[in-house]
């Protein structure tokens, strides 16, 4: 159970204080509209992840019997998160161009967050395969890990919208940087879990 936490937390964190389109759009409103608005958005997840996170475990579990399957979809997920830890670690601040356009900030966070491919295949590679681990570990398991994962990423995404809201040059300073390349490495090493994991799947070690 802690281990479905502790994946929840680095997740949850990670896409929460993450460059991307959600993260662009909460600092975006954010200083358009106020802290309110980036509020909005960073509750986005919710409405567009819940049906994915549905559609990925009940797709997942028709192959729960099958391990070499799960166990490809975990070395996929490993180089799906190795990949977004090198990101992490080379990230440089986040410069945000503002236009004007009208309110609307939940609606608008629901609309990017759908056409993202990020989610669709994080959930699938990642997310649905954990929480297919921790059914085995009754009802609590999976609650843990999804709980955990949307209330950090809710969570820093809410902080990202008061620290931006008070202080404009917070993306591109150097406490920001920092803090993603500390959840690079933090990814890295999870990603060699993931690994880890798919290849005890194969039967390989």
Not at 33 to 45: E, F, T
Request: glycine share 14%.
């Amino acid at each position: 159970m802690i281990d479905l936490l502790t994946m929840g937390v680095v997740l949850g964190l990670y896409a929460g204080f993450a460059p991307g389109p959600l993260l662009t759009l909460t600092v975006s409103e954010t200083l358009r509209h106020g802290i309110a608005s980036g509020m909005k958005v960073a509750v986005a997840p919710i409405m567009t992840d819940l049906p994915i996170i549905i559609l990925t475990v009940f797709v997942l579990s028709r192959f729960s019997g099958f391990h070499h399957v799960l166990g490809g979809i975990s070395l996929l997920g490993g180089c799906f998160v190795l990949y977004l830890g090198y990101n992490s670690l080379r990230t440089k601040g986040v410069s945000i161009h503002l236009e004007e356009k009208g309110p609307g900030s939940l609606a608008k966070g629901i609309l990017v967050n759908a056409l993202n491919p990020h989610p669709y295949l994080f959930w699938f590679s990642v997310g649905g395969p954990i929480i297919i681990q921790g059914m085995g570990q009754g009802r609590a398991g999976p609650l843990v890990f999804v709980g955990s994962f949307f209330t950090l990423l809710i969570g820093s995404k809410a902080t990202l919208a008061l620290l931006v809201g008070r202080f404009k040059s917070f993306l591109t300073g150097k406490l920001y940087i920092y803090v993603m390349r500390f959840l690079g490495l933090i990814m890295c090493a999870l990603a060699v879990a993931l690994f880890r994991e798919g290849l005890k799947l194969l039967e390989i070690v």
